[in-house]
C-alpha cells in the first residue's frame, strides 16, 4: 500500500451542523470560502452498504465532496508525475458524525465505499459540468491502485 499522508491539493474542512430539537442545518460550501472557485454542477451520489465506487479520475474537474448521510470510506491516490506527493494515498472517512468537506482537484484517483449500515449520500459541487470525454475509471480491484476495499 501507498504511504498514507494528505496528498497536494486536497483539502479537508470541518463542516458546521446547527442541531435542535427539529433536526439539523448541515452547511456544505458558500461562495465565500476559499474553496469555492466556480459552479458547475452540483449532484447526489447514493451508496448502498458495502459498495465500493472507484476507481475515477477527472482530467480538469475540481470536485468537492461532502456526506450528509450515513458514512463512506473515500480513497484518493496520486499518480501525478510532478507532484510532491506522487505515490501517496489518502484515506478519509467523512459523513454525518464527522462532517467534513473535501476538495478533490483534477488527475488524482479516488473512489469511495459505504461503511455505513444504511445508504450514504455523497453531495458532490463541481467546478465543471459533467463531461463523459474528461473522465477516467478503472475497476475497483485494478491494481494500479494498491488498496484492498
Given at each position: 500500500?501507498?504511504?498514507?499522508?494528505?496528498?497536494?491539493?486536497?483539502?479537508?474542512q470541518?463542516?458546521?451542523?446547527i442541531?435542535?430539537?427539529?433536526?439539523?442545518?448541515?452547511?456544505?460550501?458558500?461562495?465565500?470560502?476559499?474553496?469555492?472557485?466556480?459552479?458547475?454542477?452540483?449532484?447526489?451520489?447514493?451508496?448502498?452498504?458495502?459498495v465500493?465506487?472507484?476507481?475515477?479520475?477527472h482530467?480538469?474537474?475540481?470536485?468537492?465532496f461532502?456526506?450528509?448521510?450515513?458514512k463512506?470510506?473515500?480513497?484518493?491516490?496520486?499518480?501525478?508525475?510532478?507532484?510532491?506527493?506522487?505515490?501517496?494515498l489518502?484515506?478519509?472517512?467523512?459523513?454525518?458524525?464527522?462532517?467534513?468537506?473535501v476538495?478533490?482537484?483534477?488527475?488524482?484517483?479516488?473512489g469511495?465505499?459505504?461503511?455505513?449500515e444504511?445508504?450514504a449520500?455523497?453531495?458532490?459541487?463541481?467546478?465543471?459540468?459533467?463531461?463523459?470525454?474528461?473522465?477516467?475509471?478503472r475497476?475497483?480491484?485494478?491494481?494500479?491502485?494498491?488498496?484492498?476495499?
Open positions: 500500500m501507498g504511504k498514507e499522508q494528505i496528498i497536494e491539493g486536497v483539502i479537508v470541518e463542516l458546521k451542523q442541531p435542535d430539537e427539529r433536526g439539523r442545518i448541515m452547511h456544505m460550501l458558500r461562495i465565500d470560502n476559499p474553496l469555492f472557485e466556480k459552479f458547475g454542477e452540483v449532484y447526489f451520489s447514493e451508496i448502498l452498504p458495502g465500493v465506487k472507484a476507481w475515477k479520475r482530467k480538469k474537474m475540481t470536485q468537492i461532502a456526506v450528509p448521510i450515513g463512506i470510506k473515500l480513497v484518493i491516490y496520486d499518480d501525478r508525475e510532478n507532484s510532491i506527493s506522487k505515490g501517496n489518502t484515506v478519509l472517512e467523512i459523513g454525518r458524525d464527522n462532517y467534513q468537506l476538495k478533490i482537484p483534477p488527475r488524482l484517483w479516488y469511495f465505499k459505504c461503511i455505513s444504511h445508504p449520500l455523497l453531495a458532490n459541487c463541481t467546478d465543471l459540468p459533467h463531461d463523459p470525454n474528461e473522465v477516467e475509471d475497476d475497483p480491484h485494478d491494481s494500479y491502485v494498491l488498496y484492498q476495499w
